[in-house]
């Protein structure tokens, strides 16, 4: 049985993102820079609750103007994903040799470019952006419950091998099995981030030795692990991701 989708608005979740975006220090990209200077002042270093009613402020008015073209932009994802959706459950569950454990998954449109996610059961949800054509958002949507399925199942056994830091970048690189596994359902690439483009190269060549996640998995385990050596840097940058924001 594939989960069922449902696609909702949410403005708190996205008063949460802007909060997030802006206090945040995560790798994969500066959000703060796309907020005026006054707001990240005001939200830079203080606890969400101090600072709810300037993000209000800032976010309300999208509602108000915008608000109407939310269920519309729906219409167009939902258009676009039927097609493939029973295949790539079917797919991702042959791929990673691991159930979908979710029965329903919340999509909540946001304003932002910044997609955040939850991937805790029973219902785990992700944001598609009103800024994206119809197939980034569909190749976000396998890229985020792709995701979930590494969180569930083998993002502990991974955390044991090679820690925290390293097991958040694994998760990451290996959206590159969108592109391995899942080329005839996407429109467009998954191009992952730029620090991890020579991580992912690496990847795939343990992917394609085995086509056994169990196995791909215990590969990427040393080239994580020199990966890191190399990146120690950018690795330490990381640690906002683990916050639960």
């Known amino acids: 049985m ?26 994969s990209h500066n959000f703060a820079k796309n907020f005026p200077e006054s707001l990240i002042k005001k939200v ?14 800032f976010i309300d ?35 990673m040799k691991k159930r979908f454990l979710a029965k329903e998954v919340n999509v909540y449109a946001t304003f932002l470019g910044r997609c955040d996610y939850r991937y805790a059961l029973p219902c785990p949800w992700f944001k598609i952006s009103l800024k994206h054509p119809q197939e980034v958002c569909v190749k976000i949507m ?4 792709m995701h979930f399925m590494f969180h569930w199942h083998w993002q502990e056994y991974s955390r044991k091998h090679i820690g925290i830091e390293l097991t958040s970048h694994l998760k990451e690189a290996s959206s590159f099995l969108l592109n391995e596994e899942f080329s005839d359902l996407l429109k467009i690439k ?4 730029d620090m991890h483009q020579d991580l ?14 169990n196995k791909f998995l215990d590969k990427s385990f040393p080239i994580m692990k020199k990966w890191g050596k190399e990146n120690g840097n950018l690795m330490k940058e990381e640690s906002i991701q683990n916050i639960k924001c």
């Open 190 to 193: 998954d191009m992952g981030y």
């Open 2 to 27: 594939i989960p069922k989708l449902y696609f909702k608005r949410s403005k708190e979740k996205d008063y949460f993102n802007v909060f997030c975006a802006i206090t945040g220090n995560a790798y």
């Open 200 to 213: 992912r190269k690496e990847l795939i060549k343990a992917w394609r030795q085995t086509k056994d996640f």
């Open 142 to 145: 396998m890229h985020e419950m």
């Open 61 to 95: 008015p999208a509602y108000e103007t915008k608000g109407n073209k939310i269920y519309p932009f729906f219409k167009k994802i939902e258009k676009e994903w039927k097609p493939v959706e029973k295949e790539y459950f079917k797919r991702l569950e042959r791929v």
């Open 44 to 57: 830079s270093k203080r606890d969400y609750k101090d600072v709810k009613k300037d993000i209000k402020k």
